[in-house]
């Protein structure tokens, strides 16, 4: 049987104004839907289990936080592949670069100093504003890179730069 490419846009599009108006249970059905074929997208990039179900927490709460300012989408599983996929590749990007963080905290005497208010402070003295805001930003608020390019007005080589550098500084500081 032939899928109706039309109608399945249009039934999309419409669940994401009801999703965007906050509507109860409109993304409970979407999940319904199209929960399957996000945790598959996910899997294919992932390669594993163990972080598949917070991918597709991040993809559902981004479409939450997202549907009102969305345009009609023409192809719901491409464009759904392609966001799926996306915050997949950005949140083992993210794991990769809290790992660089938590390797400074352990070289050193552990978490818990960095914990302690004024050690984190120290930490960041010897950065600039824009690297601490780099790394406050990422660290403690999880922002990507993207979003604190936007958030900056920077471009994103230089935001990546800056953390690179910033964590450079904060591991001479440390030892």
């Known amino acids: 049987m032939k899928r109706d490419t039309k109608e399945d846009a249009r039934s ?5 104004k009801r999703i965007a108006a ?3 249970g409109a993304l409970e059905e979407f999940y319904n839907l199209y929960g399957k074929f996000i945790f598959i997208s996910v899997k294919t990039v992932t390669g594993t289990l ?3 179900d917070e991918i597709v927490d991040d993809v559902l709460v981004k479409l ?5 300012g969305m345009s009609a989408v023409a192809n719901p599983l491409g464009w759904l592949y392609t966001v799926a996929v996306n915050c997949a590749k950005d949140r083992l990007r993210t794991a990769a670069m809290y790992e660089d963080i938590y390797d400074i905290a352990v070289e050193d005497s552990g978490i818990a100093d960095v914990e302690n208010g004024d050690s ?3 930490l960041l003295a010897p ?3 824009d690297e601490r805001a780099i790394i406050i930003l990422h660290i403690a608020e999880g922002l990507p890179f993207k979003d604190i390019a936007a958030e900056l007005l920077r471009p994103l080589s230089s935001v990546t730069s800056a953390y690179y550098r910033a964590l450079e500084k ?6």
């Open 50 to 52: 163990h972080i598949v």
């Open 22 to 24: 906050k509507e109860r």
């Open 12 to 16: 999309f599009n419409a669940l994401l």
């Open 120 to 122: 984190f402070h120290s």
């Open 127 to 129: 950065l600039d504003e």
């Open 170 to 175: 904060i591991k001479n500081k440390m030892g």
């Open 64 to 68: 939450w936080n997202g549907a009102g």
